[in-house]
């Protein structure tokens, strides 16, 4: 397979340095310029002919590209004339174009040893290779002496005052690093290739990258998973789609319940540009044949890197067509209710600058964003960045995640597990096995997300324990706020979904002909970040099937109900409203601390309460009874804290249908 269009980047993606020439058409130095004794247009200043027939040769080589050839003659030239200022910026500019910045440092700081105000621009240049090379103090010192000079248009100054924030942002950090530690993953994970994180399950235990590799007349990419056993990463095999084979894919996402995949795709039949958004869906056992996602997401520009949120409703990606603010910019489109996708918007001016945005990763906690970005001012080349969105809806500055996540080199992806304590990135580091590689970041407090516990449900029929396609609903329990709605997999009847930390929340499952069934979590005081893994088994809708109410709340000895019972009770209303054929028990029920009297006249009391609140809201007391079963009644033993906790319940028992 060859890939003739870049997946993970731009075709421009980024410039790392600014050409020497296009600088030196903002000098103040002359009209045009195409080499260094034009600048100045003056006689050269050897006074040997000798030195100045092989600079001549040597410059030549350098605007036919042959840089090799260009030393050569140059070195001759110095050999003859160690005080030859143009040679001397020449062999920089020929040292700079083989990327052998020591050398291309060193000839242009002789130059400004001979003649400190013979050519300025050398002080830029050597400035920015200082940057390039991670050498932040001295780099200032170049790009502040540069600003000195007069003769120097607003255009470049403005370039050079960034580079030197650049400069200065990294200097502090390298001396002030964060917390965080970074380490190269083993070689189950890396190897000389590309590899570029995607995903890491709910669970955290399986890890999705993508290796873009050489493979017979050019690169390709392809999808690997490592699982994690006794907290070892083993060794990577192909992820395996079942699709036809299909040229040119990369940059993949899925889904938090597994059941929907998002990648990039290049050159297709179908496609609407350069590289398109694609989409399939696991139904039966098996991958779906993959649907470009439409005019409203792909454009006749380039698309790629997708990230889902948790909740599945909305898509981020990044595209370089018009209508942004630079190279490739964030994008959003979100779900509608018809299944289809909003027509996508930029991210706008906050987010994205006027070079290159790459990577969005949105938390599960569904207000954290990390992205890379080469136009915001950081440690050279691409840094990663992290937004968080307020309750207005509106994303922050974006803050640098710092020294040592961020390095001189490329850090593009990043992902997080789900308790924000663990990162991965893919850098371009020397440190690497080559290319891009995937590093584990054990992350400081200071840029992790929310920390979020996964839910995960298989619902059932309570009967024939079929799996059943239902809707369910999360709520947030304190202000009643709706914070997730969405339905079980056609096949499986499985969701997933993440609720963070620090909050307590209700889970509503509904489906026509079945009981309502509701879950309580409390997740104030978080003891682990396991998973919670629920077989949820509904009652048919007939006489006798019960539920328990496990939102409903009260003080101790209490039978007033407490506000948090509000969210269940108005579900219970619109479930009655919906269901009118139904009549119900309310039924109280208490540990057996106590005297039985009072604990049946507490139950009996709880029941009315709830009767009340129905009552009050709609449904007429023709359709319901209340009654006190005090500790009669038990679930569970009451020799333990848990199983008193289980026994002190409401509950709904249909007692007509």
């Keep these: 397979m060859k890939i003739t269009f870049p997946i993970y980047f731009t075709q421009s993606i980024v410039k790392h340095t600014i ?21 100045r247009d003056i006689a050269l ?128 950090e390298l001396h002030n690093p964060k917390n965080d530690k970074v380490s190269l993953m083993s070689d189950s994970i890396n190897n000389e290739s590309d590899e570029y994180v995607n995903f890491i399950r709910y669970d955290n235990a399986q890890l999705m990258f993508t290796r873009r590799f050489i493979y017979r ?144 990763y949105l938390h599960a906690d569904g207000r954290t964003l990390y992205f890379s970005s080469t136009g915001l001012i950081g440690m050279g080349k691409a840094d990663i960045f992290i937004s968080r969105l307020d309750k207005a809806g509106r994303w922050s500055k974006p803050i640098n995640l710092g020294y040592p996540v961020n390095t001189k080199d490329d850090e593009i992806n990043i992902i997080f597990n789900s308790v924000g304590d663990l990162a991965f990135i893919s850098s371009q580091r020397h440190s690497g096995k080559g290319g891009f590689d995937i590093y584990q970041v054990l992350v400081d407090s200071m840029h992790r997300p929310t920390t979020v516990r996964f839910l995960k449900g298989i619902v059932r029929d309570a009967i024939t ?83 328990v109410l496990n939102n409903v709340f009260f003080d101790v000895n209490q039978s007033e109900l407490k506000p948090d019972s509000f969210v269940e009770l108005n579900q219970l209303v619109v479930y009655l409203k919906n269901n009118p054929a139904i009549n119900i028990e309310i039924g109280g029920h208490t540990d057996s601390d106590g005297e039985e009297r009072y604990n049946l006249v507490l139950s009996s009391k709880r029941a009315e309460s709830v009767f009340n609140y129905l009552i009050i809201n709609g449904i007429p007391a023709s359709r319901m009874i209340f009654r006190g079963y005090g500790s009669s009644v038990s679930v569970a033993t009451n020799e333990t804290m848990e199983g008193k906790a289980l026994n002190r319940r409401t509950e709904m028992k249909i007692i007509k249908n």
């Design 465 to 547: 324990k079929k799996n059943l396609e239902s809707d369910y609903k999360i709520t947030q329990l304190e202000d009643e706020s709706e914070m997730m709605r969405g339905q079980t997999s056609v096949s499986s009847g499985t969701f997933v979904v993440p609720l963070p930390s620090g909050e307590t929340y209700s889970l509503l499952i509904e489906k026509q002909g079945y009981c309502l069934h509701t879950e309580h979590f409390d997740l104030l005081k978080v003891i682990d970040n396991k998973p919670f893994e629920l077989e949820i088994f509904l009652q048919p809708v007939q006489i006798g099937s019960t539920i």
């Design 19 to 39: 050409t020497w020439i296009y600088i030196l058409v903002f000098l103040l130095l002359a009209p045009t310029i195409k080499n260094h004794a034009q600048v």
């Design 217 to 360: 007349d050019g690169l390709t990419e392809k999808f690997y998973l490592s699982d994690l056993q006794k907290d070892v990463w083993q060794k990577a095999y192909e992820w395996s789609l079942q699709w036809p084979e299909i040229d040119q894919t990369g940059a993949l996402t899925i889904s938090q319940d597994g059941n929907n995949l998002y990648f990039a795709a290049c050159g297709w039949d179908d496609s609407y540009g350069r590289c398109d958004l694609y989409s399939s869906s696991f139904i039966n056992d098996q991958w779906t044949e993959p649907i470009n996602m439409g005019p409203t997401i792909n454009s006749n520009g380039w698309e790629s890197q997708p990230c889902i949120s948790s909740d599945g409703t909305q898509l981020y990606f990044v595209s370089d067509r018009k209508g942004g603010f630079g190279g490739s910019d964030i994008w959003k489109s979100v779900k509608l209710n018809d299944g289809t996708w909003s027509q996508a918007i930029n991210l706008g001016e906050i987010l994205n600058s006027s070079e290159n945005e790459m990577a969005p």
């Design 45 to 172: 200043s050897s006074t040997s002919k000798k030195a100045i027939s092989h600079y001549k040769k040597g410059e030549k080589c350098y605007i036919s590209n042959q840089f090799d050839d260009a030393i050569v003659e140059i070195n001759r030239s110095l050999t003859i004339d160690d005080q030859f200022i143009e040679a001397w910026l020449l062999a920089g500019d020929n040292y700079r174009s083989l990327s052998r910045s020591a050398e291309a440092i060193m000839a242009y700081k002789k130059a400004i040893a001979i003649d400190s105000t013979f050519f300025p621009a050398a002080y830029y240049f050597i400035g920015n290779l200082l940057l390039e090379q991670g050498l932040y103090g001295e780099s200032i010192q170049y790009f502040e002496t540069f600003l000195l000079f007069d003769k120097v248009r607003p255009e470049l100054q403005l370039q050079v005052l960034d580079k030197l924030a650049h400069s200065k942002f990294g200097n502090f």
